[in-house]
């Protein structure tokens, strides 16, 4: 009940496309879900974040869309560039706690020129 | 990355031999957090703590302990290091609830390898 389910594993699109990366999770109690990105040898940095009282959030070419109902929250990246190849993480927590992440498994994006 | 520094960046090891990674923050952050990296299973929580010599498990917590004696430093041990325990661990920082940022700040992290 503590996973967060992401896929797809890798994801490959072309310059000026669409990235859509998806995560669905099973615990009702989770009410904070970031994304991160990473690029290679460094550490993940929070990308855009999402509560569950709104379905959407747009921040720059980067949009979450989320849906209580079925617990999944996705993240689209519009007019994908090559600088936004790296791997993506989606996470969950409960933040009247801890506030301990638990993170999908990740996607790595390549965006081709 | 700015605020959190982990060391050492890279470390080979013997297996069997005792390791600590030490995570230094200049944040004053109450939250700091242990993650171990590996292909295939994403960022999977090690240990974590909430405060000065407040420290708790996280999923794969078995082969580590964690100490805190300062709000800046949170150190983490491998007792007796194993080659599974070869991974990329990242250390992470949060202030937590109460100001409505409830981001991770992570370190660069540290290439450990058990051979």
């Known amino acids: 009940q503590q996973q967060v389910k992401q896929s797809p594993q890798s994801l490959i699109v072309q310059k000026g496309g669409i990235s859509i990366i998806n995560c669905a999770y099973e615990?009702?109690?989770?009410?904070?879900f970031p994304w991160y990105q990473q690029f290679p040898g460094k550490g993940p940095a929070l990308l855009i974040a999402?509560?569950?009282?709104?379905s959407e959030k747009k921040e720059g070419r980067f949009t979450i869309s989320f849906n209580k109902s079925a617990k999944q929250f996705s993240l689209h990246i519009m007019d994908s560039q090559p600088g936004d190849s790296a791997t993506y993480f989606c996470?969950?927590?409960?933040?009247?706690?801890?506030?301990?992440?638990?993170f999908g498994t990740g996607t790595l994006l390549a965006v081709q020129p | 990355d700015a605020g959190i520094t982990q060391s050492p960046r890279h470390k080979v090891t013997e297996t069997g031999t005792p390791v600590t990674l030490r995570c230094h923050q200049t944040?004053?952050?109450?939250?700091m957090y242990w993650y171990r990296q590996d292909p295939g299973h994403g960022l999977r929580l090690i240990h974590y703590?909430?405060?000065?010599?407040?420290?708790d498990k996280g999923e794969v917590s078995d082969g580590y302990s964690v100490s805190r004696s300062k709000t800046e430093d949170f150190l983490l041990t491998l007792e007796s290091a194993t080659s599974s325990q070869t991974s990329v661990y990242f250390c992470?920082?949060?202030?937590?609830?109460?100001?409505?940022?409830?981001?991770?700040?992570f370190g660069s992290g540290t290439r450990l390898t058990v051979v």
């Open positions: 615990n009702t109690a989770f009410d904070y």
């Open positions: 703590s909430y405060g000065v010599k407040d420290t």
């Open positions: 999402i509560r569950p009282d709104v």
């Open positions: 992470a920082i949060s202030g937590g609830q109460g100001n409505g940022n409830y981001g991770y700040t």
């Open positions: 944040e004053n952050h109450r939250y």
């Open positions: 996470a969950a927590s409960i933040v009247g706690a801890t506030n301990k992440l638990i």
